[in-house]
């Protein structure tokens, strides 16, 4: 990255003639450039103000892990496959693990064109300082080109800042040019009509109280609708986990809009979509499983002695056998007459509002109906949270795990109604339970679900006796897991509902109308 970037107003001849007279110049290379700029589908590295560029230097790629400002934080070989676990062991897999995670590090622009690379000497010709001249151009689809403006980039050297800044003030001064505002990264996006971020799972439509219900109902379905289709393609293609989750977590948050709102929008469509987006939600759910799975398997072999973790490698041969398998399945639903006229009426639904007046909460003020509405499912919460006690059955916590994730669903929607500070406390609280109640939901089930694999692994044949005997240690480590978890519940329950939290619910969304009494 550069110490500073410039457009070039003139020709690179003519300024580099007034460079020679100033300074003594080196010629370093000449040749094309081959940029990529990395990020995943979500750009945790741009959140995290990070840029990854992978570049070709003689037919080598490198890859470089810089901060904004441009300093260098790692650098290493680019892997042949774009997760953090396939890079070697070293700083820059280490920088990425825990910003990426488990998603793919996909290009999000391409760059061709020339580049002319000088080294600025002292009087000892000892390098003090670069200078690069770019003719950039951006790749689009089907390798279409758009040429940037020409551009001089100044890289100053650790040790010689004085020698850069001297650089930069004569070509900021007698040569009369000006700074870039933008880099090379953002003008790159921008030729390609996107920009940095713009994908997001998260919910905030910036809703005004006094908006008709209806209205703010369909804004909140359309941006679902959009990051559902937005993970489409990457779920057809298994780019990486992550794409699947947030295209069912998208269909769960149209599930529960729909069911917890019942009357903003014609009950006769409304139920019609509602068992749609429920079929949606069933065949999604074999793959999404076993994505689960395979992400838990590191931790699944925390559960065993290091001398044994190796025995689960079959397992993990026989998810990935049947993850595979899902996928195809899930795509060709994907791919079906049903999908594609479930998508085309549900776009024409929420693109053409009619008879919200004759709905009873469609014309009503959007604050209120999601008062009501938040302040009914909070009181439900703590009804079934305090009805469980040491000796509760796992459906009942299942239960409540389920209203869980419909009062945090409503609260994302309408947060923009509601104080930042005081909504974000009462989301950050409510899911320290929700960690508790999924904790243990997905620990029982992988319980009852690993013996299911066991017999199905013996099923299909050859599956070493040590595998089974693993997986058999294993559920009994998931079972002494889940009994932990079990005890966890009361406090992490206490928590949420302690009184300063109540009060907090109170004061955001009850109001003094007999409707909420």
């Known amino acids: 990255m550069p110490y500073r970037h410039y457009l070039l107003g003139e020709d690179q001849k003519s300024l580099l003639d007034r460079l020679v007279s100033?300074?003594?110049?080196?010629?370093?290379?000449?040749?094309?450039?081959?940029?990529?700029?990395?990020?995943?589908?979500?750009?945790?590295?741009?959140?995290?103000?990070?840029?990854?560029?992978?570049?070709?230097?003689?037919?080598?790629?490198?890859?470089?892990?810089?901060?904004?400002?441009?300093t260098l934080l790692a650098s290493g070989d680019f892997p042949a496959k774009v997760f953090a676990w396939d890079f070697p062991p070293g700083s820059l897999r280490q920088a990425l693990e825990p910003l990426i995670e488990?998603?793919?590090?996909?290009?999000?622009?391409?760059?061709?064109?020339?580049?002319?690379?000088?080294?600025?000497?002292?009087?000892r010709e000892k390098t003090v300082a670069r200078i690069e001249f770019l003719a950039p151009q951006v790749r689009g689809n089907e390798d279409n080109r758009q040429a940037l403006p020409p551009r001089l980039l100044v890289h100053s050297l650790k040790g010689f800042a004085p020698e850069a800044r001297r650089l930069a003030d004569f070509l900021e001064g007698p040569c009369g040019l000006t700074r870039s505002e933008t880099g090379l990264f953002d003008e790159s996006l921008a030729a390609l009509g996107r920009r940095p971020g713009d994908y997001s799972s998260k919910i905030n439509h910036?809703?005004?109280?006094?908006?008709?219900?209806?209205?703010?109902?369909?804004?909140?379905?359309?941006?679902?609708?959009?990051?559902?289709?937005?993970?489409?393609?990457?779920?057809?293609?298994?780019?990486?986990?992550?794409?699947l989750h947030d295209f069912r977590v998208a269909v769960r948050r149209t599930r529960t809009a729909l069911a917890q709102l019942k009357n903003v929008l014609p009950a006769r469509e409304v139920e019609a979509f509602r068992k749609e987006f429920a079929w949606l939600g069933s065949i999604t759910s074999p793959a999404r499983d076993l994505d689960v799975y395979l992400l838990d398997f590191p931790r699944f072999q925390g559960f065993l002695p290091p001398e044994a973790r190796a025995d689960l490698i079959p397992f993990r041969h026989f998810l990935q056998r049947h993850q595979r398998t899902e996928y195809q399945r899930l795509v060709k639903h994907l791919q079906s007459s049903r999908f594609?006229?479930?998508?085309?009426?549900?776009?024409?639904?929420?693109?053409?509002?009619?008879?919200?007046?004759?709905?009873?909460?469609?014309?009503?003020?959007?604050?209120?109906?999601?008062?009501?509405?938040?302040?009914?499912?909070?009181?439900?919460?703590?009804?079934e949270g305090q009805a469980i006690g040491p000796q509760s059955p796992p459906a009942e916590l299942h239960e409540l795990r389920k209203t869980c994730k419909k009062f945090r669903y409503l609260m994302e929607f309408f947060q923009s109604l509601y104080p930042a500070e005081d909504i974000g406390r009462l989301i950050k609280a409510l899911k320290g339970?929700?960690?508790?109640?999924?904790?243990?939901?997905?620990?029982?089930?992988?319980?009852?679900?690993?013996?299911?694999?066991?017999?199905?692994?013996?099923a299909e044949g050859d599956t070493p006796a040590e595998t089974l005997?693993?997986?058999?240690?294993?559920?009994e480590g998931l079972d002494r897991r889940q009994a932990e978890v079990r005890e966890e519940f009361s406090e992490r329950f206490a928590r949420f509902a302690r009184e300063e939290n109540q009060r907090l619910c109170r004061t955001l969304f009850k109001s003094s109308s007999p409707e909420q009494a």
């Open 206 to 243: 910036g809703l005004t109280p006094a908006l008709p219900a209806g209205q703010a109902l369909r804004q909140v379905l359309r941006q679902l609708f959009t990051t559902l289709l937005a993970n489409q393609p990457g779920v057809e293609t298994a780019l990486d986990s992550e794409f």
């Open 340 to 383: 594609r006229a479930l998508v085309c009426r549900w776009r024409d639904f929420l693109e053409q509002p009619g008879g919200l007046e004759e709905t009873a909460d469609g014309m009503k003020p959007i604050d209120q109906v999601a008062d009501r509405r938040i302040w009914k499912i909070y009181r439900r919460v703590l009804r």
């Open 22 to 70: 100033q300074f003594t110049l080196a010629e370093e290379s000449h040749g094309s450039l081959a940029l990529v700029y990395l990020d995943t589908f979500d750009w945790r590295l741009h959140q995290a103000d990070l840029r990854l560029v992978e570049e070709d230097l003689c037919g080598k790629a490198r890859i470089d892990l810089r901060h904004v400002d441009g």
């Open 433 to 458: 339970l929700q960690d508790n109640l999924g904790a243990y939901q997905d620990l029982h089930v992988q319980v009852e679900t690993l013996g299911r694999f066991s017999r199905e692994m013996v």
């Open 469 to 475: 005997l693993a997986l058999g240690r294993l559920v």
């Open 102 to 123: 488990m998603r793919a590090l996909l290009p999000v622009a391409r760059l061709g064109g020339r580049r002319d690379l000088y080294a600025v000497l002292d009087r």
